[in-house]
């Protein structure tokens, strides 16, 4: 059972470049989100899902996109990238979205936009 | 506004000595209350949390917390902190609208001194 993982580990972009972060779960979790971490800022939920086919915005959408055509995978698309997306990013999965469940985390993927 | 507040960067602690981190929130009706560990390099890990019942919540790695409503507080402890135990913790609340998504303190780094 790996949990959640997150593809690549780091990435270097340049301003302008798109990209894809891979986020995957073998739990059979309903809800998946994205968030990113920032000094002294803590996490901010960008977008999640909860469940095949269905996504929302979170708190700082502008600039990704996501999609959720399966139970296991929830990418997280970066159109256009910018400094100011500078960050690590964490993908979490949970068995329901209510708030009250344990949220799992992946590794982090981290990311310096030039 | 403001739903989970840290107000300590960093705490630091000598080794076998009580650890306390302070977390304070403000959101309305009954809050759903986490705390999580992150080590370096990694994602967070679950370490409690607190949904209804008993006050004092224990949790992974010999720590507990301690709802307080009245004073709005959720307060993590352990009796005698070990050097593995440096990392950064977070407090985290659910926010009852929406999305029910979490709201994450900005961390406090714990340093336990040898």
């Known amino acids: 059972n790996a949990g959640v993982t997150q593809t690549p580990k780091f990435q270097v972009l340049k301003t302008g470049q798109s990209m894809t972060l891979q986020c995957a779960q073998d739990m059979n979790h309903e809800y998946m989100s994205w968030y990113r971490q920032d000094p002294g800022m803590g996490l901010r939920l960008i977008h999640y899902s909860v469940g095949a086919g269905i996504t929302d915005q979170g708190e700082v959408p502008n600039g990704y996109n996501v999609s959720r055509s399966t139970t296991e995978d929830f990418p997280l698309r970066l159109l256009s990238a910018a400094p100011s997306q500078t960050s690590v990013y964490f993908c979490?999965?949970?068995?329901?979205?209510?708030?009250?469940?344990?949220?799992?985390f992946g590794p982090g993927t981290r990311l310096l936009v030039l | 506004a403001q739903s989970v507040a840290q107000p300590e960067d960093q705490v630091n602690v000598a080794e076998g000595n009580p650890l306390t981190v302070k977390c304070t929130y403000s959101v309305s009706g009954n809050p759903y209350l986490f705390w999580y560990v992150q080590y370096p390099n990694r994602g967070l890990q679950f370490l409690l949390k607190?949904?209804?019942?008993?006050?004092l919540v224990k949790g992974s790695y010999g720590f507990e917390a301690e709802f307080n409503k009245s004073q709005t507080s959720f307060h993590l402890k352990k009796p005698s902190a070990l050097v593995s135990d440096s990392a950064l913790y977070f407090c985290a609340v659910r926010v009852p609208y929406g999305n029910n998504r979490l709201a994450f303190g900005k961390g406090n780094q714990v340093v336990v001194i040898p």
């Open positions: 979490a999965s949970s068995q329901g979205g209510g708030g009250r469940e344990t949220q799992y």
């Open positions: 607190y949904i209804t019942g008993d006050n």
